[in-house]
């Protein structure tokens, strides 16, 4: 069995923030850097890099967080380096303080076990699986349809940190909300909570899905395993 380890780096800020105010959040923090690494924004010049973000700005608690995966561990210190704390989210003005760090690594990897996972405000699709999902009729068709989706989900993020599995990667939708309007950028999009089950060890508190640079798709364990 492959043993991945990777680092990962949750930090909480002072300041409480809500669901859609964490675009404005990502944004005061870009603009307080002065060089704007490629990490921080996922943008270069020729447009968007298209691989996993290694840098999430997240709610957590109410709070204004960004977690680190990856390389982006060792980016984030040129935020801290800046010493420009005090930024503008949206109409406010505010002195963002640390209020915990928390970095360790996590095995990430596919287990004879599952483990429990809570998805919130997960965004699943693009335009083309949008519309295959739309035209099934049967709750027992959508579900193993998102389930697939999952799994792909949590392939990009295994790519994104050079991740690769040498056994099936399952996933099984225990519970799944009714479907909710969740915006991002200025479009609205169709969303779910999800209860799941994997065979894959995830860190908490990284994204799955579309929007997990802003928050969508956090993923948060239930319990050890299943």
Same mark, same amino acid.
């Given at each position: ?9 949750? +930090? +909480? ?36 890099? !298209?691989? !996993? ?13 960004? $977690?680190? %995966? ?13 010493? @420009? ?20 690594? $996590? ?9 429990? !996972? ?32 999952? $799994? ?31 915006? !991002? ?33 956090? %993923?948060?364990?239930? @319990?050890?395993?299943?």
């Amino acid at each position: 069995m492959t043993e991945n380890r990777i680092k990962v780096l949750k +930090i +909480i800020f002072g300041q409480e923030i809500s669901l859609n105010e964490i675009p404005l959040f990502r944004g005061a923090v870009i603009d307080s850097l002065e060089h704007k690494a490629l990490l921080f924004h996922n943008h270069d010049g020729d447009g968007l890099r !298209y691989s !996993y973000p290694l840098i999430q700005y997240k709610r957590i608690g109410g709070k204004a967080a960004i $977690v680190c %995966v990856g390389d982006g561990t060792e980016a984030i210190g040129e935020f801290f380096a800046s010493g @420009n704390f005090d930024v503008s989210i949206g109409e406010r003005n505010v002195s963002l303080k640390v209020d915990s760090i928390d970095a360790r690594q $996590v095995l990430v990897q596919v287990w004879d076990d599952k483990f429990v !996972y809570h998805l919130r405000r997960w965004l699943p699709f693009n335009k083309q699986n949008y519309e295959n999902f739309m035209q099934l009729d049967g709750v027992a068709e959508k579900c193993m349809f998102l389930e697939k989706l999952l $799994v792909g989900n949590v392939l990009s993020f295994a790519k994104g940190l050079n991740i690769h599995f040498d056994r099936e990667v399952l996933c099984k939708i225990k519970q799944l909300s009714e479907p909710m309007t969740v915006v !991002y950028k200025g479009v609205r999009l169709m969303g779910f909570d999800v209860e799941f089950s994997t065979n894959v060890s995830l860190p908490d508190y990284i994204g799955l899905g579309k929007g997990v640079s802003v928050g969508k798709g956090t %993923v948060k364990k239930i @319990n050890s395993k299943e």
